[in-house]
């Protein structure tokens, strides 16, 4: 039994989630990608031995040969692109975000609770990445006690030029805003972005602190830095009763030169993980052919949205910003 | 040319500062040691070769042999003892902090100017510490740019049980607000006190996050962790323009043993700081024997206290608090 | 283009490898498996989707639709298995050993080379581990000058009861000797084992230090410890003229508690090793379909084989022994 | 009670001495320092506030203020200035090596013996190392059962333009020598010099590996390298029994910039054994005053220079070579 997976959008994300479901998934076929740059979408479906390739990602669900779909186009086609899925009856596993607006998450949930099936996985991938599994792990042991405060780092070497302090906070700061309520299990309730000394030229000029509260008065302290300068970091610590679990920092070697003993950073996010997109998809093909669906929902990515809506605001305001989940998921959830 | 020193207070404090000034420092000689409780000021004078010992701390500022005085009393008895100190003419190290409340460390800088010479080193022995040292030593160079953001953790294994949150911050996170101050040569200028879930049972509930402003809007957060359980670990990463330097970890040794490869953490801060406070009084006698002074002043210890002060009215108030420095300081800085 | 897979033995080794196959590889599929214990060979294959499952393993290599072979049965039978798989036209990756003999192992490279196809691929899988691969590259890019001297340590937590001396150096210090020569690009010249004092109750005592000498002078001390009793470790350091590159010492995370900042150790090879076993098949699997063969050949398993012969007469005799190539294959090499 | 000191010598061990004594140092008074170059004496002497200099040791020990002595001159004339602080019955830390010869170092402890006394110490300083130190308490506590086998490096950044072969046994690794005996307590009972392939121009050319036996048939590699390039890195690692301790690795600090995490060697001995030579003169000055000696004595000095005569033999036979005391020694031993 062999799924056969369709891709839309050929871009940076596209092209790595096609090389790495064609070289290192087993189970799965890839059939066609799409994207509205026809050579793009030839090319990636080429180089991993698809049949074939479209414009139009609507005609790409429509092939009969896809039965599962990953979403890796631009934030604002996801919700119509997985709405089009659920509709074909197709799984789908979409790039974070599920969608830029509540609203579409919303319409995305309340869609997928017609169809009666779990149909969609939020591209939530550091919940496959070994580190904090490891750390999952060691919390729910117990052997900690209960979690009171944690501190988190999300470092980037460079941002692009057209990126935003908005685009830091929905696209960077929001695998922050998945990973602890999934480590600890409690929600948010409240954010506060502050802003500090910062550095850079063009739009975005960064470090952001955000303070994001969550249940039973746990903090956590979540540092943005898009122009961090020495290269892709990504830290946590959570500080228990009886101790604390922090990520190791994963280095292949050390090298001892001139003086110094190093080890060398990843400069972006694919050298620190590559393994998560990788077991992330693997869970996912697992999952459609039976094994637990253990990815983020979409649940997970309205509530991403939703801190991360709640976190622009208190950007802008200054101000501590609640957040407050619509009431029909409250009273789904209660 | 070897100094005669008293030192005023038996308890931990005074009787570890004796044992590092008879063993482990040149040029200088311990003179006599004064407590209420004789018994305890008996033997620690014994114990380091002191001639004498006295129950009232002002006896021992008289005695003619003692040139210079260690003030290692409680808090409360700072103001007074240093003062006797500056009246007869004898330079003091006082043990932090200077004072607890702002009205006696303005007292004391206005006695010290009268004298026209400088004569009050407060007890901020990080600033001996070689790993901070490095780190200013770093920032100094300027291969890492501006300061933007930083963050600090201060952990002890266990409270005392008399502890209150108001010690934590006037005796532990004291030693932060100096040692950010000195590292990066920037005042703070406001202080927000924000309470996570805590742990513990008595008087003291902790942890807490406290958000230090200092000018150009460098933010410091400030973990303060009695209970922390593991043991004591003080934590300390200064983000730049440029990348970071972090506090290293030291350890004598690595021991793997079942399934681990683990480093142990000191109980208290002697294990950590041991080398700082007999750099710390090494400098000391060094001043006093004509080499510059560059330890904490009076003002810093002014500072330190005024710092403390709003953090304490931010813990009551959850609100943030101005840092305010008195006028006739202000005016004597610019 | 799905290539279709058969393996011989479903012990662990030939069990993992199944399962690593049908899940973390693409562009293949398991079609049989073959083991002496049926029910053994039934389980692997119906848990991987393979079709079939054969008692005879001359069986496997004779289905039509195996079109690469796996040998992962015991030691002794690796030598004809192979030369079936040659005979059939088929590609084979063998676990290591190739042989335990070097006479089979000159036959194997005799009937590869009649083929006139690069067929044998022999598991040496720390070539594609991400961290030997990346002391490889620092090496590569002569940055550290040239290497002089290095330092292995080969430690498993536990050796089985039935475990030998000889077993150590045939099964566990063969990895080191093929690693030392890939990594270097030099050849092998003698080789003294020397026993040191050692501990164990039944066959094996152990640590072994072997002393491995290279081409060009250069030294490799190889302390071979099956029964290091804290946990599965794998060291290496290479010594060169301007500096020196070590494994990392991997961990997903840093746990403090109880006085202690730990990382823990896989209690075997399985979590260290688990990503070079599946990058190996990954490689292996992709050079079946026309990419470059990037593994070790039939000529490396002759040669970890005769260098594992001269360290066995070494631990005999207490002297060093040589280690001479075959004529033939050095009249080849020539 | 004070105590007077003399140092004989003041080249760059003789004036770092006299510093650490006149600043880090209490209960001890520097008196006198002599050097055949009068100005080189005068300095030192003015620059710690030592009342005489002497261009004579000889007439330097016979001062009636100096109480002890600290031999820190030519290796050469270490036994005859030792033997005249005997007979004057003057206390004496003699710089490592007591003596190039074992016949004079034979003559050292008769003469010693003679006096009744302990009265010679040798600088060997790592044994108040407190990272040699936690690894001798951790061997102690038994929790890692017996040592088996253990690994060492000596690593200089460029050693001197007239260093020898000879030299970097005689005066960088015998203090390996030194410390692995102190560690175990076990004695050293055969040596084997293996050269490696090795760098550099001048007389001095290496890696040298050593492969030290001691007794109950624990072995001991050590890598001796003047010519490191990278920096000044010391690193040992006992494996026993039930697990391995190893020398932390100290750094003040983590810089991360460019790409890379880092820590800093030391350029050279000073920055790593600073504190072990101040332990060492604050331990040596206490046993003057009556606690307890724990220095190494005369005998390891005896012992250390026969190794490494035992080691210079190897390196030129290219044999194993053993280590027998005079039967005088053993016989005093037995």
């Known amino acids: 039994m062999t799924i056969g997976i369709g891709i839309i959008g050929a871009g940076i994300m596209g092209a790595d989630q096609a090389r790495t479901l064609a070289t290192h998934v087993g189970g799965t ?17 080429r180089a991993n031995e698809a049949a074939r390739h479209y414009t139009d990602g609507f005609a790409l669900i429509e092939d009969a040969a896809v039965e599962a779909v990953i979403v890796a186009s631009p934030d604002d ?11 074909a009856g197709k799984p789908v596993l979409c790039e974070k975000p599920l969608a830029p607006t509540v609203a579409e998450c919303l319409e995305l949930i309340a869609a997928e609770q017609r ?44 941002a692009p030029a057209f990126f935003t302090p908005e685009m830091s906070i929905a696209n960077a700061a929001v ?12 929600e948010a309730v409240a954010v506060t972005a ?20 969550l249940e039973n008065g746990v903090l956590v302290d979540i540092e943005i830095f898009m122009n961090a300068a020495y290269g892709y970091d990504i830290r946590a610590e959570l500080v228990c009763e009886n101790g604390t679990v922090e990520l190791g920092r994963p280095a292949p070697n050390l090298v001892r030169h001139a003086g110094e003993e190093a080890r060398t950073f990843p400069s972006d996010w694919r050298g620190r993980f590559n393994d998560a997109y990788r077991l992330q998809l ?12 253990n990815g983020a929902g979409a649940l997970d990515g309205y509530i991403a949205t939703l801190i991360a809506q709640a976190a622009l605001r208190s950007l802008a305001s200054g101000a501590r910003e609640e957040i407050a989940p619509d009431a029909s998921i409250a009273a789904s959830a209660a």
Chains 1, 2, 3, 4 share one sequence.
């Open 175 to 186: 695998h922050e805003f998945d990973i602890v309520r999934w480590l600890m299990g409690l």
């Open 115 to 158: 169809s009666g099936r779990h149909m969609i996985q939020v591209g939530f991938m550091r919940r496959f990445d070994p580190a904090y599994a490891a750390m999952h792990e060691t919390l729910s042991s117990g052997r900690l006690g209960r979690p009171l405060l944690m501190h988190c780092a999300h470092r980037n070497a460079k």
């Open 194 to 213: 502050i802003r500090s000394a910062r550095k850079g030229e063009g739009t975005l000029r960064d470090p952001i602190l955000l303070l994001l509260e």
């Open 282 to 293: 693997q869970a996912w093909i697992g999952s459609l052919r039976g094994k637990p669906q």
């Open 29 to 45: 076929k890839l059939i066609a990608v799409s994207d509205p740059d026809e050579a793009r979408a030839s090319n990636v479906a």
């Open 77 to 87: 086609t996801h919700a119509r692109m997985v709405l089009a899925c659920l509709r």
